[in-house]
T-cell receptor, first 112, second 113 residues
Framework: GEDVEQSLFLSVREGDSSVINCTYTDSSSTYLYWYKQEPGAGLQLLTYIFSNMDMKQDQRLTVLLNKKDKHLSLRIADTQTGDSAIYFC????????????FGKGTTLSVSS | SAVISQKPSRDICQRGTSLTIQCQVD?????MFWYRQQPGQSLTLIATANQGSEATYESGFVIDKFPISRPNLTFSTLTVSNMSPEDSSIYLC??????????FGPGTRLTVL
């Protein structure tokens, strides 16, 4: 079955870049997503990438997709204390009509 | 993007009782889902709420425990029945608006004593 794996914790200093990694097993995935969950809040869709793309950039966020290795990463440039949150990677095989499959989430801690 | 609201935002309930959670979307959406996020865990899909027909439940979730209604394209309810402390979780409503985007409500934080 499908599986999405993430490292559990990442700690960075303010102003540095953060890179959160994710691996997935479903080679038929059509879209891959990054969600952010701040303490006590719901999930915010940060960005997503279609499976035929290698890279997507949106302001401080860069998503890289290596489809051969089934590896997805989220880079946050100039990380701020407000970026401290849990980041979830998720994938979907849209053609199969399935719902999102989530990783366990990476807790990003940003120190000043 | 769709704006999703949930009621209640949180509740503390006694075991053996039931709670109905409401999800309202500001636009018509084809697909609505209910997820559960247990403390410190990731999200698990409970069911897909189908308009005009019975919900489609994932393995491990049954209609008797989590009855779902979807009377129209903007509204759904999830009931957590005969609650036990193990049901303490965040319950999230989610919608898929276009083929490539899925949004989540703010969640309902349930504590069962």
């Amino acid at each position: 079955g499908e599986d999405v794996e993430q490292s559990l914790f990442l700690s960075v200093r303010e102003g540095d870049s953060s890179v959160i990694n994710c691996t997935y097993t479903d080679s038929s995935s059509t879209y891959l997503y990054w969600y952010k969950q701040e303490p006590g809040a719901g999930l915010q869709l940060l960005t997503y990438i279609f499976s035929n793309m290698d890279m997507k950039q949106d302001q401080r966020l860069t998503v890289l997709l290596n489809k051969k290795d089934k590896h997805l990463s989220l880079r946050i440039a100039d990380t701020q204390t407000g970026d401290s949150a849990i980041y979830f990677c998720a994938e979907i095989n849209n053609q199969a009509g399935t719902a999102l499959i989530f990783g366990k989430g990476t807790t990003l801690s940003v120190s000043s | 993007s769709a704006v999703i609201s949930q009621k209640p935002s949180r509740d503390i309930c006694q075991r053996g009782t039931s709670l109905t959670i409401q999800c309202q979307v500001d636009s018509q959406v084809t697909m609505m889902f209910w997820y559960r996020q247990q403390p410190g865990q990731s999200l698990t899909l409970i069911a897909t709420a189908n308009q005009g027909s019975e919900a489609t439940y994932e393995s491990g979730f049954v209609i008797d425990k989590f009855p779902i209604s979807r009377p129209n394209l903007t509204f759904s309810t999830l009931t957590v029945s005969n609650m036990s402390p193990e049901d303490s979780s965040i319950y999230l409503c989610s919608v898929r608006q276009e083929a490539d985007t899925q949004y989540f409500g703010p969640g309902t934080r349930l504590t069962v004593l």
